[in-house]
């Protein structure tokens, strides 16, 4: 009689994920039409997904100039998740050091970075396509960055992973069917949300798994080390720079939109689902509630 296992065994989860990936994995070189032509009517983003929507100084600009501005602001949306994709992808190698690699756990994180570098390509293509420029890390945050991977333990691995995957994926699933998106926009976000719901569904039964073995100092730490992030996530969306590239006042569109009570309104909803997960896992500590509540994504 064979023994009963475990369900959120990350081998168990890793096979039925392996499974989704065959059936549903697509490749951005030939699933996206790159040489459509652009509709110059069209938007990069939907407008309601912009910083200034809703402001003052959106009321001022063009059609022109607000799509303009979409442009830039989805390839800093981008760029932020090529960024991130890069460390998730070093810290699952670094796990992988210690992985039994004849174990479907193995095979299933070496199929998901392989999803990840296609994300990464299929961004880096998206912006160049849009006629917008890729952001770049800041030297310090280059640093920062290098050194993430080496963080990422245990639980702390899969919380990062949905802090950086939920809340964009939050809004692609409200928006990527907008009919005033430019066609290829909208399948880069389908393909995402596609392959992402494999890629959160890992790292939330990841998260489960490690809940059930840490003590109470891992817990501790993972419960409030993830409000760091609220630090960049409260800054990230309203890049000065985007806003320089796109011919505006950088001073007066960061002052409006991280006062904009539309787009606070939708950091709230962004993240309202990853809030009640760590919540019910009793993963959202004091510290980064308040540090989330500060960046704006909790009221």
Known sequence: MSAVRDPLDPDVVADRLNSGSVRRSYSPEVAIDWDAPLDPDKYFLPPELISLYGTSYWDELTAEQRIDLSRQEMSNILSVGLWFENVLNRGILHRLLSADHAAPFAHYALTEMGDECR???????????????????????????????????????????????????????Q???????????????RIHVTEEARHIKFAREGVRYERQRMGRLERAVVA???????????????????????????????????????????????????????????????FARRMWHRAGYLR
């Open 119 to 173: 994300h990464m390509t299929m961004f880096g293509k998206a912006i160049a396509r849009s006629g917008a420029r890729m952001y770049r890390l800041r030297t310090w945050e280059r640093v920062i960055a290098a050194r993430l991977p080496f963080l990422l333990g245990g639980a702390m691995l899969w919380v990062g992973a949905l802090v950086g995957e939920e809340i964009f994926d939050a809004w692609q699933r």
């Open 175 to 189: 928006w990527m069917n907008d009919p005033d998106l430019q066609p290829y926009v909208s399948q880069v976000m």
């Open 224 to 286: 409030n080390a993830h409000g760091l992030a609220a630090l960049f996530f409260g800054v990230a969306f309203t890049n000065p720079t985007a806003y320089r590239r796109a011919g505006l006042d950088p001073e007066r569109a960061v002052r409006e939109a991280r006062s904009s009570r539309h787009f606070g309104d939708l950091k709230i909803e962004g993240f309202a689902s990853l809030a009640q997960f760590l919540e019910e896992n009793g993963l959202m500590g004091r």
